[in-house]
């Protein structure tokens, strides 16, 4: 099991599924997992049951995850705040995938769906970024940069820094 993190905007989801296609693996989001679980979208879990039960049950779903699917795993920007999600994390080859201030802006859009975005969107990515990119890089085994990079390349610079990991 390989886990992706990083903040929103960071391309977790999009190379996550392409590092997988490359190692011929399965493929696993958090929040798509916690989207099935309650059968309903992340943002109506926010705005309807508030953010701590979306944490409770992203914890939940994680540590099952983790348990259960042996492939590549993205999690969330902010699941790694738990910090019984972080002592499940040590195990696992934990690739960060960095992204700046105005690339990760420019890949949320407008923050549709994104219920922490809600607001000034720059001035949230930047607190996001800010706040949460030392508890990334303290997890991290590998570190990516995404800047200015397309997907193809992001994953086979993680697929290379993988198959070195396990050398
Ligand atoms: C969140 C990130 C989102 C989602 C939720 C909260 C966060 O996932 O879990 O909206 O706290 O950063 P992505 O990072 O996949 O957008």
Redesign the pocket.
Known sequence: MCVLI?????G??TVGRRVAAALGVGFA???EL?EEQAGKS??DI?VEDGETA?RAL?HATVARALGEHDGVL??????V?DPATRALLAPHPVVFLRVGLADAVKR?GLGT????LLGNVRARVKQ?LDE?TPVYESLARITVETDGREPAAIAAEIVTALEGDRA
């Open positions: 990083g903040t929103m905007g960071a977790k989801t989001d958090s929040d916690v992340v943002q926010f979306f992203e993205s999690l969330g920007g902010g699941a705040l949320v769906g994104r219920p922490l996001l949460r």
